[in-house]
């Protein structure tokens, strides 16, 4: 970790700038973005339905991980880590958690967008209630794991944000690593390839899912765009949020 003033070892002044730059940019946009998707399902009345409660939980990840971004871009800026071992640690965690809580998200979406368009039967709010709940405990158990001694928190190489340690190569880290990455990435991406795949067959047009340190820090961003403003209903819902006029009317009507 860099101390107070000086600069992380290997890193020049441009480069630090430059990725706090880079890290702001990204978690003001996520940030922007995703407020504005959970402002409208709480004000839109046709947008609490249980597929948009899919939506609702995928926007609070990334609400999530823009604010881990925002943290990052705070220290980068700075040029050191002011928050300590404890403050890394609270980081890592949370940034986990969301980070596993929108991969899982996006696979429940593209499983709930299979069941909406490829039965005859909606989702229930028992069954996505369900889903969400469990995305979120399962997130937040994987999350918990390196807290209690299975895998690791570190700081990255920048030494002003801090991740999973992925440098370790013991073999606890690595069955830690291999383990959560067949739970939380191979499996929610292979729902989300066989939903998209399965759908594709089904209507006869291509449906694919969104595009796979600073990229994964772009995802609440892209998938604001892919899942929020890319819903006609969701972007009227945002349109009415943003304009008073509208609102009073649907008031009155």
């Given amino acids: 970790m860099a101390e107070s003033g000086t600069l992380p070892t290997g890193f020049g002044e441009l480069e ?33 339905t249980p597929s948009h409660l ?17 943290v ?13 071992s404890e403050g890394c640690q609270a980081h890592g965690f949370q940034g986990f958690a969301t980070a596993l809580a929108s991969i899982c998200s ?6 709930g967008r299979y069941h909406h ?22 997130s937040a158990f994987w999350a918990a794991l390196p807290l209690l001694g299975w895998g690791h928190y570190d700081y990255e190489p920048l030494g002003t944000c801090c991740t999973l340690d ?5 073999r606890n880290f690595t069955s830690f690593l291999f383990t959560m990455a067949f739970f939380n990435f191979l499996l929610p991406l292979f ?32 998938n604001a765009v892919n899942y929020a403003l ?12 943003l304009s008073p006029q509208r609102r009073e009317r649907n008031r009155e009507q």
């Fill in 16 to 48: 630090v700038l430059a990725v706090g730059t880079v890290l702001l940019v990204e978690a003001l946009s996520g940030l922007s973005l995703n407020i504005l998707t959970i402002l409208s399902f709480c004000k839109t009345p046709e947008l609490r």
């Fill in 230 to 241: 890319g819903s006609e209903m969701v972007h009227r819902g945002i349109w009415q949020c």
């Fill in 191 to 222: 729902i989300t390839v066989v939903s998209y795949r399965l759908m594709e067959q089904k209507l006869g047009k291509t449906s694919r899912p969104p595009v796979p340190a600073l990229i994964a820090k772009t995802m609440p961003t892209v």
């Fill in 54 to 70: 899919l939506v609702l939980s995928l926007a609070l990840a990334d609400t999530g991980i823009s604010l881990n971004a925002l």
């Fill in 106 to 111: 996006s696979a429940a979406i593209a499983w």
């Fill in 117 to 138: 368009y490829c039965t005859r039967s909606r989702l229930d709010w028992n069954t996505t209630v369900s889903l969400v709940l469990f995305v979120w405990l399962s």
């Fill in 166 to 170: 992925y440098s370790r190569g013991d």
């Fill in 72 to 84: 990052a871009a705070t220290s980068s800026l700075l040029r050191r880590w002011p928050y300590g």
